[in-house]
């Protein structure tokens, strides 16, 4: 069957796009490992951040203490505000609008905390869908595990069939053989049944040979039967002439001489019929032993023919058996394509679903790309506030410088300047500690931007794993569509199957019915065989019969000859003792009298024997019309014969097909075992990977888990911060309150303050836009989350449809086991599950 | 009195009188004179007046560094000559009895090239009380 070996191509096919799809997994598996490392350096980063902004909250504290200070000195310096004369009132407006800074300030930092605690609960939301995602991907660990067994369990199965189809193949071709026996011998039986014929023929020949001679012997003897009434005759004329010659002698002696003379031709011509019956036993031996030998071919011809009709039977039932064992296959086959209808439905609906994860994957990627350009604008702000930073600690030394230059002023007014060397001591520790905040607050800036350098770069590496993954789906995609290509080619395949098995149950039928009427036909032959051989054995016993009776009268004319030449010897005795003869003449007319009774006597022997040969002629022409009988029986024989070889031939030759058949079957589903042991290792390794993703997953949670809780303590950090500022700015109320009458040599350290509001005023604005970015990173985060979410279910559907794949796939593997096991007649093993 | 301008030169802690500092001034750049001592970095206009720089780290025999934000002049008075001392960084004012002044010893003296007249341990932190008349030394007298 052509068939088989193109379903044999298609399976290579399917497998062999099994294994590309299995790589492909792999290629997925090391992405997302990919994947899995850049998070955890995102979430490195994150620390990072997190530790630096304790620090920054650190220095906003001392900040604050260093406030309250400043609030104390300028409580002592307004007892000596008095003698300072012209108040501080430049320095008092100047501090107020610090304070309105610091106020807004603590506004901006309020919207902070409620910006970081937004944060922490996106994060937190975050690390709940991690979570869901590692679930789900626990869940299709469990199902591949499955798969597993599911695929080793098709594999044992499968090879399971195949050994029994071998173990098919080998009994068929025990059969074939078998057959092929069966048709030789029946082939030599024609030829010895031919052989007989041609024999049987030959003796029929010899029989009409041995009636034309029986019926010379039959004339000769009739011959001789006349001239022994003619003898007879003459001896009573003899007896008549020696009465009438009793008297004279003389003539006597010339009768005496002419008789004996006669006498010596009878006895000739009786001893010619001796030899001539002799030749006749002769003959009717060797046709006795001819028949004999045709009795015993008979007997074997009957034996040959009864072994013909067992293995008729035989041949007849394996058809009947093969038949209905093709019919099973047949419903198999048709199961087996509903089955390949089932998968290409299941492998339509995964193609739906990748379609809708690359779409998925499509929303990350533009999610990724917006990412990356609010990396890059926070990247610039750093570089801004940077830049602000520098101007405030330019700022934060000239400060210095001023109260270093007002000390020593005070020093020289003496007691006058005492208080106010304090105030310039009190002032020259502010700027102090403006600048050490300045230079940390350069410090985190650096880290910002090296962690937004990192951010953007993982955010590149996930665009390119986005992209990656969209690639792999597109070949995912592609590789389905040659899966269904392969499902309809291989529906095809089965429609041509089924077409064929069905072609194939007709000339099962067709043979099963030829074979039956060969059964018929044998048995008929062995019964007249038998018949034949009885009346062979009959017509053999008639030969030994009609042996005996050529044999009696064989021997009686035989003896006859020897009385005849007694007869001559006494005639030529009477000859000599003529001259006694005529001596005693009464002794001769009595011995003459004798002689006549004697010759009456040979006649009535003649004429039995001349009725016993008629009767021999008779029994011989039976003989050989039953002869001739045989002969065309024995033709027929050879006939019927002829045509069970015929028949025998074509049974072998029908059961060589079935054989080859067999054959390709076992090859086919060893093929099948090995490709079942090769999805068995793919979906091993699936497996496997699938583990390990959930391993990442549940890694990836608890780093997720850790960074909410450490954007928790951020949020309580800059809360406390937001009450600190709080605190300190009604300090510096208090302190505006107390310093409104200082000397108009702080004017220049108000507008000092004042540069410093405004550089602040900057650096809230800068923070303000950096909250900004903050918000727009949460909400492009917040759409990633649902879009992985997203991802997430199509997963699922994707699992879904994996089942759905396995279940189909054992089914099938059950249909073929029983298409593998169906021309065994055995019940196909998937009943077992 | 006793209140000192600090300042530092390389890693050590130097003290000064406010009775012999007029003021401090950020440090840019000096102009440099021909022929003047190589100790002397040049001249600035400070409030007014042009006041000679010495760079102290030079005259102590150690190596120049890059500017930074930190350098500043502390201008002296020694009499009626007026000088500027270019120092690493002046931050700090800060009172110092005439007492706790010890003398230093030898090893430092011989160093130091009797600028340091002084030393005083406060607070675990070292102050060098320098001979400011021998800093800007009789070179700029002649000038």
Redesign the interface.
Known sequence: MGSNNRRDDRVAEVAQSLRETASRAEQIEHAANRLAESGTAQAATAEQIRASLEGLAASIDETATASEQMAHAHGAAASTARDVVIGIEGIASGLQELSASVAGMRKEGELLARGSDATATTLEELARSVKGTSGSAAELTESADRLVAAASETSSSVADVALRGQETAATIEEVASTIEEMSTSTSRLASDAKQIGERVTSIAAGFKGVTGALDMVASDMTESASAVEETSATAEELARSFRSVSELTGALRDSAASSASSLTEVAASVEEVATTAEKNAAVVESNAAAIEQVARSAQSVAQSAQEVSTLASASASAATQLESSTRRIVTVVEGTRATSERVAGSARTSGQTVDRTIKGLSRIREAMAQGAAVMKDMGKRAEEIGDIVQAINLIADRTNLLSLNASIEAARAGEHGRGFAVIAEEVRALADRAAASAMDVAKIIRGLQAVARDAIAANGEGLRLADEGAQLSEEARSGLQTILQGVETLDTSIRNISTATEEQVRAVQTVAGSTARLEQESRAIARASTEQTQATQSLARAGGEMRTMAKQTRDATGEQARALRELVRANAQLASSTERVSRATEEQVTSATQLARAAVQMRTSTQRTVTSVSDQLRGVTGMASDVQDIASGTQRMVTAIAEQARGASEIARAMEGARKHAVQNARAVTEQARASKEIEAGTRDIARLSAEVTQATAAQTVALTGLAKEADDARRIAKQTARVVGEQAEALAAVAATSSRQTASMQGLARGAAEQAASTEQVSQAMRDVRTRVREISLALVAQAKTSHATASDVAIVAREIGGLRIAHVEQAELVTSIAHGPEGSPPPGSRT | ?G?H?AFRIDKAEYVVP?EQ??????YEAATHIPGAPPYVAGIVQARGRLVPVVDVRHRFGLPPIEHS??R?VVVVQVGTRVAGLLVDS????LQIDAAAFEKPPEVIEQQSAGFVKGVAAIAKRLFLLVDVPRVIGEELSHG
């Open positions: 009195m209140l301008v406010t500092v007029l003021y401090l001034e950020s934000i930190d500043r002046a931050r700090e004012v």
